[in-house]
């Protein structure tokens, strides 16, 4: 019998790139989300790109927080493991308003654990952030460095992998990976799914692609006075479908009866700048990407990339697409879908 997965959050950027690589690898998927920043058209598209597999996606518009209506779905559904990528995730947004980051991305999580508990469903996946990190002393960042979030958001991570690791020492029977994510960006190479944020984007690539379509005249880059090669900010960027192809890594990994609460960074392992990102999106898009330097964001840290060798060797996993790859991708898809998923079917 394929193996039931539950995805919170299934139909947002990270979940619906999951969910279809679920389904390619043969799982059956439940998807819970409430919509509150997404739309049902990525589970509807997802379901096209599955083909066959596409009818053995579900999906549920509910909150997590509901906790009748998640004791409902797991009464009337077996699940066998659940990955938990539902959240709020804007930083500034969580600076202005706290706790509504603390009340869903916490609430959310306990009423999920304790649906779960109810139901003997003890196997788990969580999304995480490489946020935890904070200004991380040295890079690359290893599982093991100290937590240090530095933003309510942020802090909301830590806390839920605090949570997850005493349910797990108290119950052995739990078994638990928690995903640290860099920094996603991309899309599914059909361009029929990727990022679309609501309202102004926060994050260097869609709004650098929003420049690039006309929607915005330039893009600040803030900050060019950093210790790096060309003064801007390093990350780590990872192609959407190679962190979705992790959560199917992770998932095989829960079947290791040994495995107890377990922590992996999800990278690519290599850093590049913001220039060196404005520079790959011009070439993939053929645009001139209008520039404004500013000044530094407060709270960005100077050079932050993923030690990847513990997910290579635990979970098989690494990250295969380049940098160039990542602005294909989401130039195809800025191009197909003009509006994000308000555009018609490309
Ligand atoms: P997203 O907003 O596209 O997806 C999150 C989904 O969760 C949305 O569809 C939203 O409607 C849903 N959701 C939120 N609260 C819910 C609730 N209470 N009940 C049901 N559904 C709810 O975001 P994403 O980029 O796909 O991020 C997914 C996860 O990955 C989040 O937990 C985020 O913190 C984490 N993460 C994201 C990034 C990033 O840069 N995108 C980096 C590190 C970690
Ligand atoms: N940047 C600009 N201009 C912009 C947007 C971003 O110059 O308009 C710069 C930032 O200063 C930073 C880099 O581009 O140097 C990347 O910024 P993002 O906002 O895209 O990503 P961050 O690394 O700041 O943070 C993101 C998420 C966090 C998450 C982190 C690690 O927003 O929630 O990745 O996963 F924790």
Known sequence: MPENILVTGGAGFIGSHTVLELLLAGYHVVVVDNLNNSSGAS???VKELAGEHGDNLHFHELDLRDKPALQ?????????SVIHIAGLKSVGESMEKPLMYYNNN??????LLEVMDAHGCKSLIVSSSATVYGWPKEVPCREDFPVDAINPYGRTKPVVEEMCRDVQRADQEWKIILLRYFNPVGAHQSGYIGEHPRGTPNN?????????VGKRPALTVFGDDYSTGDGTCVRDYVHVVDLARGHVAALRKLSDPDIGCEVYNLGSGKGTSVLEMVAAFEKASGKKIPLVMAG?????????YASTEKAERELNWKAEYSVEDMCRDQWNWA???PDGYESPDP
Do not use: C, H, S
């Not at 409902?72 to 066998?80: A, N």
């Not at 916490?106 to 009423?111: L, Q, S, V």
């Not at 260097?204 to 690039?212: E, G, K, R, S, W």
């Open 43 to 45: 589970i509807r598209r």
């Open 72 to 80: 409902k779905l797991f009464t009337g559904t077996k699940i066998d």
């Open 106 to 111: 916490i609430i959310g999580a306990i009423t």
């Open 204 to 212: 260097l690539m869609p709004y650098m692609q929003q420049v690039a």
């Open 296 to 304: 530094r964001r407060a709270g960005d840290g100077e050079i932050v």
């Open 335 to 337: 191009m197909n879908n």
